[in-house]
Structures are given as structure tokens and as C-alpha cells.
T-cell receptor, first 111, second 115 residues
Framework: GNSVTQMEGPVTLSEEAFLTINCTYT??????LFWYVQYPGEGLQLLLK?????DKGSNKGFEATYRKETTSFHLEKGSVQVSDSAVYFC??????????FGAGTTVTVRA | GAGVSQSPRYKVAKRGQDVALRCDPI?????LFWYQQALGQGPEFLTY????????KSGLPSDRFFAERPEGSVSTLKIQRTQQEDSAVYLC?????????????FGSGTRLTVV
């Protein structure tokens, strides 16, 4: 079946530090891959996506590259801000409409 | 409205009580999804509507869960005889496209606590 495994949190960083959240997946076929972010009290928001191997998704300084050979989609940001504090979810969608999510990683950025 | 609206934001139910959770999708969005998010976990798929048709209800955990979208817009998720294990955040999402096409917009969710 389809599944997503992401780095356990919580992760605490100082402002301007480098952030990496690891995500690996198991899926049949060639799924689309996503990172969603959930700020406190808000709904899930799409952060970035990649639909095929070697695609790089990017948004708000975050990047993730679809690596088929390692079945990974790690999220990175070079210099985090306090406003990046949130829960981050890696997700995949195979050739249908269902999203399969990882368990989420809580990131706290301290000033 | 501009986004997906869910109500109530919070619901406390006594065990055995029936509850109804409402989702107002973005106007014109064809697809509507319900997900269940347990504490500390990622969302899990419950059910999918395309307009008024419920095309997939494979994620509903038991026959106590029932969802409807009678006019192809507003949807209601009903849980009968609530149990403590039903405590979770229930998320609704909608999409302009059918099925896999289009991006999903999520609502802020309804946090259900069964006591």
C-alpha cells in the first residue's frame, strides 16, 4: 500500500538556522508528492508539490526534490524565521484522489 | 466564501451522543473530501464526493459514520453513538477539479472531544 514516513519531531531551531525534515514514501506507480503546513489554529495549507521524478517544488524559501531512486522528498529551508513555526506534513497522492499523510513534524523557531 | 468553512470549530459530546459536523466548500468546487486527524497523527481519508455523489466511503471507520452532500455543495458528516475513539479533528477539503485534478483547499477543521 501507500505510506509516508517522516522525521519525528519536535524540532527546535534558532532563527536563521537551516531546516531539514526528512520524508520517505512507499507507493505503487508514480505518485505526486506534497508538503503541507499547518499553522496554529489554521487549516492545512499546501506548501509545495512535485509531480514527477527530479521535479523540485519550492515556495516561501522552502524546497523539496522528488527523488525516485531513494523514494524521498525531504523538505529544506536555508534560513528559518519565527513565523515558520508550524506542523509540517509530507503527503503523497497516487493516481487517484486520496492523499496519504505522514504523522507530521512540529517545528519551533526561537528568536 | 473565500475558503472552506467548517462548523462548529469545537464540539464536546457525551459518549453515545450523535453529532453532525458541517462543511461549506468553496463555491463551485466539484470535489469534497473528509479526513480524520487523531492527536499527533496525520490526516486519514474518510470519504470523497463528486458533486452530490459519494464515490468513495472506504475510509469511514464504522457504520456509525455517515456523510452526505445532497445538493452538491454543503456536506455533513454525522457520527452516531459517539465513542471516545472518535475524538479527533475532522477536516474537510474541496477541489475545483474532479478526482485527481486540481489542488485541495482544507478547512480549519472541527475538533471533536467525546467524554
Amino acid at each position: 500500500g501507500n505510506s509516508v514516513t517522516q522525521m519525528e519531531g519536535p524540532v527546535t531551531l534558532s532563527e536563521e538556522a537551516f531546516l531539514t525534515i526528512n520524508c520517505t514514501y512507499t507507493a505503487t506507480g508514480y505518485p505526486s508528492l506534497f508538503w503541507y503546513v499547518q499553522y496554529p489554529g489554521e487549516g492545512l495549507q499546501l506548501l509545495l508539490k512535485a509531480t514527477k521524478a527530479d521535479d523540485k517544488g519550492s515556495n516561501k524559501g522552502f524546497e523539496a526534490t522528488y527523488r525516485k531512486e531513494t523514494t524521498s522528498f525531504h523538505l529544506e529551508k536555508g534560513s528559518v524565521q519565527v513565523s515558520d513555526s508550524a506542523v509540517y506534513f509530507c503527503a503523497l497522492r497516487p493516481n487517484d484522489y486520496k492523499l496519504s499523510f505522514g504523522a507530521g513534524t512540529t517545528v519551533t523557531v526561537r528568536a | 466564501g473565500a475558503g472552506v468553512s467548517q462548523s462548529p470549530r469545537y464540539k464536546v459530546a457525551k459518549r453515545g451522543q450523535d453529532v453532525a459536523l458541517r462543511c461549506d466548500p468553496i463555491s463551485g468546487h466539484v470535489s469534497l473530501f473528509w479526513y480524520q486527524q487523531a492527536l499527533g497523527q496525520g490526516p486519514e481519508f474518510l470519504t470523497y464526493f463528486q458533486n452530490e455523489a459519494q464515490l468513495d466511503k472506504s475510509g469511514l471507520p464504522s457504520d456509525r459514520f455517515f456523510a452526505e452532500r445532497p445538493e452538491g455543495s454543503v456536506s455533513t458528516l454525522k457520527i452516531q453513538r459517539t465513542q471516545q475513539e472518535d475524538s479527533a479533528v475532522y477536516l474537510c477539503a474541496s477541489s475545483l477539479g474532479q478526482g485527481q485534478r486540481g489542488g485541495y483547499t482544507f478547512g480549519s477543521g472541527t475538533r471533536l472531544t467525546v467524554v
